[in-house]
């Protein structure tokens, strides 16, 4: 059994798709105090000051494992948009563009300390303008990394990806099951 320090619901979701026993227990972290703009640098910060958080937090209760997700279109980052004015943004510099998903995750047990960074890219069509005001206006994009819906929203989008759907879905799940003795 794991504490996944992360209040969302996707990465819940992989873990139990994965066969992961793991307990819900989302800290915060003020992410705002980050000043890095660099996409993989940020993640890491982020991702680096949540788990000592975590560890701080929960002490011995081990094994415990934390995550951050953030988008890179056109090279600038893209966490999550604070309101529909920055959603309808981030969304039309990604249509008909690349954009790389970065994920870190870091997780510690008694026996074991894992660090991952892993990105995948993706390229989409051009969205369409109604679609894209459906998607703005249901919300569906709030609390998301780049407003980046690959299971939703962006799919009917997609004309390539390199990578793990999971790392951009939040967590690259794939990459720890070994370490957890699954697979």
């Given at each position: 059994?794991?504490?996944?320090?992360?209040?969302?619901?996707?990465r819940a979701k992989l873990l139990q798709k994965f066969g992961v026993e793991f307990i819900q227990?989302?800290?915060?972290?003020?992410e705002d105090s980050i000043k890095s703009t660099?996409?993989?640098?940020?993640?890491?910060?982020?991702?680096l000051g949540k788990f000592k958080n975590a560890l701080?937090?929960?002490?011995?209760d081990l094994p415990v494992l934390v995550?951050?997700?953030?988008?890179?279109?056109?090279?600038?980052?893209?966490?999550?948009?604070?309101?529909?004015?920055?959603?309808?943004?981030?969304?039309?510099?990604?249509?008909n563009q690349n954009i790389e998903i970065f994920t870190c995750m870091m997780y510690k047990s008694k026996s074991l300390d894992?660090?991952?960074?892993?990105s995948t890219k993706y390229t989409f069509s051009a969205?369409?303008?109604?679609?894209?005001?459906?998607?703005?206006?249901?919300k569906e994009w709030?609390?998301?990394?780049?407003?980046?819906?690959?299971?939703?929203?962006?799919?009917?989008?997609?004309k390539s990806q390199t990578g793990l759907e999971s790392t951009a879905l939040g967590l690259s799940v794939e990459k720890i099951l070994p370490f957890l003795g699954i697979m």
């Open positions: 059994m794991i504490i996944l320090a992360s209040a969302s619901p996707m227990k989302p800290l915060d972290f003020d660099v996409p993989k640098e940020f993640v890491y910060i982020a991702t701080q937090h929960f002490g011995n995550a951050d997700t953030v988008v890179s279109t056109s090279g600038k980052l893209q966490r999550k948009a604070k309101n529909i004015s920055e959603a309808r943004v981030f969304l039309q510099s990604q249509s894992f660090i991952d960074i892993s969205f369409k303008s109604n679609h894209l005001q459906d998607y703005l206006n249901s709030e609390g998301k990394a780049g407003c980046v819906m690959v299971e939703g929203f962006h799919k009917h989008y997609i």
